[in-house]
């Protein structure tokens, strides 16, 4: 028993390419019973004909690798297929198959013609490839995953328990990041979870939710998938979809995840199945599936119907186009392709017509031409690219292909070298093509998936909180269910679901509805807004009224009644006027570095002239009366000396404040960015308001004091006695200035100034028509009244009545 074939047979597929029908299911889906577990591939199975398209991309890589003279010359692949039923058992025995003689399966030993095995491809499914690793694993036989259609199962990457096993696939890390980048790109921050039923399914779930809750996404609910049921357990499927019809129905999140494949999600697709044909309202989700679920198998064979996936996305092995791959579809006919034991049962599945010279017949006679065009079949029975499924078989028979290659040309090298014999490639042990495979293994592609929709959905807990509010949570529930609140009065949220609200630069300020950060206005009293012109217009009236006053006092300089009040104070106090007039100007208008420092010394000390003029001309009248009496030792201060002391004297008291006031904190432009919501207070900072209270109170004092002295010389006997009219117009400037002070510190801004302007503007106004308006009404109107006669008259009049 020690003779061996010298048959190449590199290499053995492991795939489906028979379904069974579902005899296990329940009876009120009309499911049909015919092949089991321990049937053998005769004409009542039932082909799956998408999974048709893996034989076809391993008999297309084998005849392309055939046919290079370059790639394992002289040398002929050949392959053998074995089907697993779904069934533990039948894949175990399948495995000993590949590893006994053509007649008997008996392992260990040579007793007849046997096929030298090099690698397997294969299985389907995780649980298929484990079963058949733990077999091949024992002789060291390379198995290639390539089909893998779900074997993503994290315990095959394991060396020390599966160190023979090979992917042609990615593990579940790249494929779980799709997801959570898939998710994120769209904003579905609520979705649901669908795994399989086994250890896959539950891993699968262990690693996808800690990436969901660290990209801030939640899980409304996790589910099992349920099993298509047998007989005994339809009362349990039933409850199971129930459930599973519940969570789906009730739930908020309209993205729901599946993960599992083919075989372990039948039991959904069932249920998606019934669920659309017998609702009143069938479920409306998007689902999102993964690269191992092939969602559209078993869709035609069994009548079902894709609207359920209406919308959906599924992941997929990226592939590229394999030239002369399409042709070679083109090319097979029914009638032609000898040693093709499944194209008969293909075309009569897919095309539903009798073969010829078979037993595989339909009820209206109609007959297969071989002219059928495969391209014009649904992408659900049949797809003319090559899908991720049969790419990686096509890749995996490439990659054993060149490990043999490499061998091949290293052994025959060595023997070139020694005794020149010939190498047989029987005698390369698998485990040596094992080592070349670590080699070869071809690069993991980044996972793709579509992004195109007509209407993109909204899967969340709550709605999405606008711009302008921030997220709140709710107690006792995830992160991804909260309330939206308003953000606080001087604050922004310019994102939708902000978790925050933010404060506005200095030179900014929120808009009315909190989103976004405008520019502050610029805010001072300008020439160009009513307020500021107004102020401005009554300043320059005065201005020329005050101008007419003293040019009729000059003109009228010789006449009694100017010369009795003491003319030259008179003009003093009316260019003073003036000038007070004139300076409420330099508070409108953007505030500068020069402006800052005039507005307030100019004030001071220009007030400071004319309250000292007018307490000058109120002492010289009370003099000049006292100095009329005879023997009045009062008449030599009566005289210009005495007055211009007192202007002097006083004016330079408001000089020296205001010098230290310079010299100490000198006034500055400022920016308040903080007082009015959306506006820059263009504002003076006075450096030090000691220094500003002071000029006030010093202007008071010395309004006090003319007021005083003039209420008290009221009755004195003068035609042309001005004490009343002074202790009037004093009256009126300290009023003025009182109410000044509460109203001052109450303001802000441009209105802070036009209180200043118009305190300013109606003190000197009172002053001006107190004092001179009067007079120049007997000058203009009662000449009469300006003669020396009528003075001496008077004067002589008053003496008698005191």
């Known amino acids: 028993c020690n003779h061996v074939g010298y048959t190449i047979w590199a290499m053995v597929l492991k795939v489906f390419t028979c379904l069974r029908d579902f005899q296990k299911q329940l009876s009120m889906f009309s499911m049909a019973g015919g092949c089991t577990a321990d049937t053998p591939f005769k004409s009542h199975c039932r082909l799956l004909p998408k999974n048709y398209q893996h034989v076809l991309a391993l008999v297309f890589a084998i005849n392309k690798i055939n046919q290079d003279p370059e790639l394992l010359p002289n040398i002929t692949l050949g392959f053998r297929i074995y089907e697993s039923f779904f069934s533990a058992r039948k894949t175990y025995e399948s495995s000993f198959t590949l590893l006994s003689t053509r007649n008997g399966m008996i392992p260990n030993y040579n007793c007849d013609t046997q096929d030298k095995l090099s690698a397997v491809i294969g299985g389907l499914g995780s649980e298929t490839s484990i079963q058949m690793a733990t077999i091949l694993g024992i002789y060291k036989i390379p198995q290639v995953r390539a089909i893998s259609y779900g074997s ?35 904003r579905w921050t609520w979705v649901g979870l669908i795994a399989s039923d086994d250890d896959s399914g539950e891993k699968f779930v262990q690693t996808l939710k800690p990436m969901l809750t660290r990209n801030s996404i939640c899980v409304a609910f996790t589910k099992q998938a349920p099993h298509v049921p047998s007989p005994s357990m339809v009362l349990v499927f039933r409850e199971q979809t129930s459930k599973l019809h519940s969570s789906i129905s009730q739930t908020k999140a309209e993205v729901i995840v599946v993960y599992g494949d083919t075989d372990s999600l039948l039991g959904l697709k069932l249920f998606l199945h019934v669920n659309y044909q017998t609702a009143l309202t069938p479920i409306g989700k998007v689902w999102i599936m993964t690269a191992q679920w092939d969602f559209t198998s078993y869709i035609a064979l069994n009548r079902w119907t894709l609207k359920p996936f209406h919308g959906s996305l599924s992941f997929a092995v990226h592939t590229k186009e394999v030239p002369g791959f399409r042709d070679f579809l083109q090319s097979l006919n029914p009638y032609q392709s000898q040693g093709d034991i499944f194209i008969q049962r293909f075309w009569h599945t897919v095309f539903n017509c009798s073969v010829l010279y078979s037993s595989l017949t339909i009820k209206d006679g109609r007959n297969c031409s071989g002219k059928e065009e495969l391209a014009s079949l649904p992408g659900s029975d049949f797809e003319m690219k090559m899908s991720s499924q049969s790419y990686s078989i096509y890749n995996g028979v490439y990659a054993v292909a060149h490990a043999l290659h490499a061998l091949y040309s290293s052994k025959s090298k060595k023997e070139a070298m020694g005794k020149g014999h010939l190498l047989e490639l029987q005698n390369i042990q698998p485990w040596e093509v094992t080592a070349l495979l670590i080699e070869a293994a071809i690069r993991v592609s980044e996972l793709t998936f579509p992004l195109i929709f007509c209407t993109v959905p909204r899967s969340m807990c709550t709605e999405s909180c606008h711009p302008g509010y921030f997220r709140t949570v709710r107690e006792g529930e995830p992160l991804c269910c909260y309330n939206c609140a308003p953000c606080p009065e001087g604050t922004i949220s310019n994102q939708t679901d902000a978790d925050r609200c933010d404060q506005c630069p200095e030179d900014q300020y929120p808009n009315r509805d909190q989103d976004k950060c405008i520019p502050k206005i610029m805010h001072f009293l300008s020439y160009e807004e009513p307020l500021g012109f107004v102020l401005a217009s009554f300043a320059l009236l005065f201005s020329l009224l005050t ?81 009329t009496k005879p023997g009045a030792s009062m008449r030599k201060w009566v005289g210009r000396k005495l007055a211009g002391t007192i202007i002097v004297s006083c004016s330079l008291i408001q000089v020296g404040i205001c010098a230290i006031w310079l010299g100490t904190a000198p006034p500055f432009p400022d920016l308040d960015m903080k007082s009015e919501a959306g506006h820059i207070l263009v504002q003076c900072n006075e450096g030090s308001n000691i220094a500003f209270y002071c000029i006030l109170g010093y202007m008071g004092f010395l309004a006090i004091v003319s007021f005083t002295v003039a209420f008290l010389a009221r009755k004195l006997p003068d035609t042309f ?11 009126v400037f300290c ?19 036009a209180v200043e302007i118009f305190s300013i503007l109606a003190s000197s106004a009172g002053l001006l028509c107190c004092i001179f308006i009067p007079k120049c009404y007997i000058i203009v109107l009662r000449p009469d009244l300006n003669t020396r006669e009528q003075l001496v008259r008077k004067s002589k009049s008053g003496t008698q009545e005191l």
């Open 721 to 731: 006695n001005e004490a009343k009219f002074i202790t009037f117009s004093m009256l």
């Open 152 to 186: 993503f199962h994290t315990m095959l990457s394991d060396k020390f328990q599966f160190p023979s096993v090979y992917r042609m696939l990615p593990n579940e890390v790249p494929q779980s990041l799709g997801l959570v980048r898939l998710m994120q790109h769209f």
């Open 547 to 627: 101008v007419l006053v003293l040019g009729m006092f000059i003109k009228h300089r010789d006449t009694p009644i100017v010369r009795a009040n003491n003319r030259e104070l008179s003009y003093v106090l009316l260019l003073s006027l003036l000038l007070c007039f004139l300076c409420s100007l330099v508070f409108i208008g953007q505030p500068g570095r020069l402006t800052c420092l005039l507005r307030q010394m100019a004030f001071g000390v220009i007030f400071s002239v004319s309250v000292s003029s007018v307490l000058a001309k109120t002492i010289t009248v009370v003099l000049a009366f006292k100095a």
């Open 735 to 753: 009023s003025v200035w009182v109410s000044f002070i509460p109203t001052y510190l109450s303001t802000r801004g441009k209105y802070m100034v």
